[in-house]
């Protein structure tokens, strides 16, 4: 069984605004993923404006930008995403592989 296998059955339970474009392409196209945070979300700079991304699953609070969409956050979690070419890249210190207490392994 693929990594994917599963993925694609959790992708029948979520409202993708980006058309599924992490299990198509292997990253969002709203944004470059940079860690997931408590489990639940997923860190991202954004490459769009909130009105813009028209996501459910979209955060903007204290001054940063999340994902709460299950699938892109298991999928950040498994190491399975990959970096736009074209994306702004994560800042120092900000990168996927950082070790932040709030980040999962």
């Given at each position: 069984m693929?990594?994917?296998?599963e993925?694609?059955?959790?992708?029948?339970?979520?409202?993708?605004?980006?058309?599924y474009s992490?299990l198509?392409?292997?990253y969002?196209c709203?944004?470059?993923?940079?860690?997931v945070?408590?489990?639940r979300i997923v860190?991202?700079?954004?490459g769009?404006?909130?009105?813009?991304?028209?996501?459910g699953?979209?955060i903007?609070?204290?001054?940063g930008?999340y994902?709460?969409?299950?699938?892109?956050?298991?999928?950040v979690?498994?190491?399975?995403?990959?970096?736009p070419?074209?994306?702004v890249?994560?800042?120092?210190?900000?990168?996927?592989?950082d070790?932040?207490?709030?980040?999962t392994?």
């Amino acid at each position: 069984m693929s990594p994917y296998d599963e993925l694609r059955e959790m992708a029948k339970t979520v409202n993708c605004p980006c058309g599924y474009s992490c299990l198509k392409k292997g990253y969002c196209c709203s944004a470059v993923s940079e860690r997931v945070i408590d489990g639940r979300i997923v860190a991202i700079q954004a490459g769009k404006t909130a009105q813009e991304v028209k996501c459910g699953y979209y955060i903007d609070f204290g001054g940063g930008c999340y994902c709460s969409c299950p699938l892109h956050v298991e999928m950040v979690r498994r190491g399975l995403l990959k970096k736009p070419q074209g994306c702004v890249t994560p800042s120092k210190g900000a990168s996927q592989t950082d070790n932040d207490e709030d980040a999962t392994p």
